[in-house]
């Protein structure tokens, strides 16, 4: 296809993402390296029938004025990225030089926003993403071996999870984990404790969240599984069994090697999935014990009076950088591959 | 199916029906014990004494006389006024994937039919882009929105999330036309016929389980987004994922947790159609970057 006739096909789809992916990324960088105004003070004498009092008010006028010559609030270079809310090097610091054992400079470190975003997130990936590979291929294995008849109905139960919108299923199941929900009274009665409450503890809401994301993305897993395992030839299985394979020998050698491919696959996109976990942490309520680091940008952006967008801005930057180190090793595959095959 | 390969012991069969009908339990169980429970008055769907309770629904009879009630969903859609959140929903959604999918057609066949080494590039970008959380690009909108006056419409929510659906679009897109033979657009193209011409008489015609089955999944990404409207849409806009979330602080503290539990069956109700009568292209779009990418 020519340059140019290839052009005008993907413009409109290379614009969309052009202004829509890529200029918010820059705009987020520029962003994040500003911050908010401070606010103009000017001194009013407050006069009542018992004479005047000075009185110092927030001048509306000038904030306005400033704002309009600068909306994106004044400059800040790097601030924004080390203070408190974010790399926190000072108060990293302190913690290293105070704190005398491991366990004491963690849980220093675990205090502040940042890291506390950053340990839930990279917790919530790193768990769920093995455990959904694991489920997914028990699943499409049980499928597999199951009569036809079958197949269509435990397809369909199973792409529910995955299908329904995040917050919702989030939800679903946070109103069953109630106290007062019929998991939540179920797991008291069992353990006959009337306090025990998965919202209470951070270690419990921290497992449910993960069990939610397992619940949730196992579907993916099984689904792109079931597809692969019925690309295994049978007449290979059927060799491997004369040669004596047992049953276990015959997934190892001849079932995996089909499918290992698509679990880099899933991986992959699990990785990214995860790392941006968002929704559960709003529908189950969460955000005392678990935050993560899409959480704290929408709380900057939504949570409170004012916008935060040079605090939104930098959190997001840094995720960003995360997503790339995610990313990175798939890239340079990707790029040998390619390499190879020009060759 | 009898082949040798395919035998197995009873052990296994009754281990491994185990295991799926537990799986299943899991997978459906919640979707129905809340479908149920929404018709319920909140005494019996949350009900710390006796959760048998649920299933009798003592309360509900206790307090409105029947055994099932309608005040969870006369409480969200007329006042709460659901249906406005309903509507916006669907005009986000049909415009959403009727637009991705113009964009990702052309995009994506001119990624298959490119040779070029930039049409690798452009994928491998997108493939980034795909990677980007959508709550850091709103939090790099937010502000330019907010000077140019168009946050809060629903315009801008739209063009925004067919943005962010055109990685995946162009990818899933442009692996079906690379199954289509290219033989079929050049020897239109050979009887006189322009590129473009070619891509509309030729190509798409025999492109619609491809293009089904990517508006599927544009339409879920729509449909099912929070990061985006939440932030994006002012309350008279919003579309149902986020008017639900403003449920749950004002409901709580009024005590109709119930307008929010039959919201969100509300909402899982199409999804629910959705998998009924496309399974099939769901399956297929899943596995079609998997297998072919």
Known sequence: MPHKTFMWFILPSALAMFLFIFVPIISVIVQSMHI??????????????????PEVNVDQE??????????????????????????????????????????????????????KALSFTLTFTFVVTPLVLLFGLFIALGVNSLPRVFKGPTIFVSLLPMIVTPLVGSLILFWMVDAEGVLGAALQNIFDDNSLSLKASPWLTWVMLMVYGVWSSTPFAF???????????????????????GRWQKVRYVVFPYVAPLAVFITLIQLMDNFRVFEPIVGFSAQASATSLSWV?????????????????????????GVAILLTPVLIRTWRDFNRKRV | MASKASQRSRGLVILTGVLIVLWAVIASFPFLWTLWGSFKVQGDFFSKADWTNALSGTRTIAETGGYFTLNGYEGAWIEKEFWRAALNTMIVVVCVVVISLTFGTLGGYALARSGYRYAFWLLMLALVFRAMPHITLVSGYLLPFFEWGVWGRLETSIIVLVAINQPFTLWMLHSFFLTIPKDLDESAMVDGCTRFQAFRHVIIPVMWPGVITTGLFS????????????????QDNATMVPKIASFLGSTFEEGNVMFAVAAVVSATAPLFVLILFFQRQIVSGLTAGAVKG
């Not at chain 1, 080390?82 to 090097?89: D, G, I, K, M």
Request: proline share 3%; charged share 15%.
């Open chain 1, 297 to 321: 940008i929408f709380n900057d952006l939504r949570g409170g009076d004012v916008q935060l967008f040079g605090s939104a801005a930098a959190t997001s930057v840094l995720t960003i950088c």
């Open chain 1, 62 to 115: 000038a904030m306005r004025q400033l704002r309009e010559e600068q909306p994106l609030g004044r400059f800040n270079g790097l601030g924004t990225y080390t203070n408190r809310a974010h790399l926190a090097f000072d108060e990293v610091g302190e913690a290293w030089a105070t704190q005398d054992t491991w366990s004491g400079f963690l849980s220093a470190v675990y205090n502040l926003p940042f890291y």
């Open chain 1, 36 to 53: 908010e105004h401070e606010q103009v003070l000017i001194e009013v004498e407050n006069c009542g029938p018992f004479g005047c009092t």
């Open chain 2, 219 to 234: 339409f879920l990404l729509a449909y099912n987004d929070f990061a985006v409207t939440a932030v994006l849409l002012s």
């Open chain 1, 223 to 245: 689904v792109v599984f079931y597809a692969g395992l019925q690309t295994v030839p049978e007449d290979t299985l059927e060799a491997a069994s004369l040669d004596g394979a």
